[in-house]
């Protein structure tokens, strides 16, 4: 499968607890997309890579969000001090290089906090 | 502020029959649109998109109509099949936001047999 992987698939914790997702994306594509979704509604952004460089995080939701890509290729997204707020589906997506804007998704990690 | 909607929240077709689905947007220097399909518990898919200096472009069984005059876009399914029962969202996108995309909430598209 040559597609954007994300793991895990789901994971329930309890408020308070960190966690953290990984995305996998499409090897020739340089930029890379955090989205958060919750029932109902489309995705949402939150940050974005190009290459190992965030280029924007302003919309990350709070400061207990994070996102890392050390080396250009897989990213990170961790959540501290998680809240039940933070209830949703996770997406990564990924994009080829400037001047192609098509972005492909993820499955998504389905994050449940009780 | 920015945003992309749809006109409705369900549609229902018969197998077969010609689907039409359509957005809104309020963003006149949007300049790529994306249509995406999703199915529960998946992420989106990628159908099919278009530029703004384009009216029109044609897939497979689907095709996309941009009206900038308006700002209104339109998924035409061709054929429709039980399959194509999912979410579609359409997205947007301009130059200066990095590509970030913005999402409407989706129509449910349900196909009966």
């Known amino acids: 499968d040559t597609g954007v992987s994300q793991d895990p698939r789901h994971k329930i914790t309890k408020r308070g607890q960190n966690v953290t997702f990984r995305c996998d994306p499409i090897s020739e594509h340089n930029r890379l997309y955090w989205y958060r979704q919750t029932l109902g509604q489309g995705p949402e952004f939150l940050t974005y890579?190009?290459?190992?460089?965030?280029?924007?995080k302003s919309r990350l939701l709070s400061d207990r969000f994070s996102a890392e890509r050390p080396k250009g290729s897989f990213s990170t997204l961790e959540i501290q001090r998680t809240e039940q707020g933070d209830s949703a589906m996770y997406l990564c997506a990924s994009s080829p290089p400037l001047g192609q804007y098509e972005q492909y998704f993820g499955p998504g990690t389905r994050l449940t906090v009780t | 502020g920015e945003s992309v909607g749809l006109h409705l929240p369900t549609l229902s077709v018969q197998e077969g029959d010609n689907s039409i689905i359509n957005c809104a947007y309020s963003?006149?220097?949007?300049?790529?649109f994306i249509w995406y399909k999703q199915e529960s518990g998946k992420g989106p898919q990628f159908i099919i998109d278009?530029?703004?200096?384009?009216d029109k472009r044609q897939g497979q069984r689907v095709t996309v109509l941009l009206n900038k005059t308006v700002k209104h876009l339109s998924l035409q399914i061709a054929a429709t099949q039980p399959g194509d029962s999912a979410v579609y969202f359409c997205?947007?996108?301009?130059?200066?936001?990095?590509?970030?995309?913005?999402f409407g909430e989706g129509t449910q598209l349900t196909v009966n047999p």
């Open positions: 963003n006149s220097a949007s300049d790529y």
């Open positions: 997205a947007e996108t301009k130059p200066t936001s990095g590509s970030r995309l913005t």
């Open positions: 890579f190009q290459n190992e460089a965030q280029l924007e």
């Open positions: 278009i530029r703004s200096n384009m």
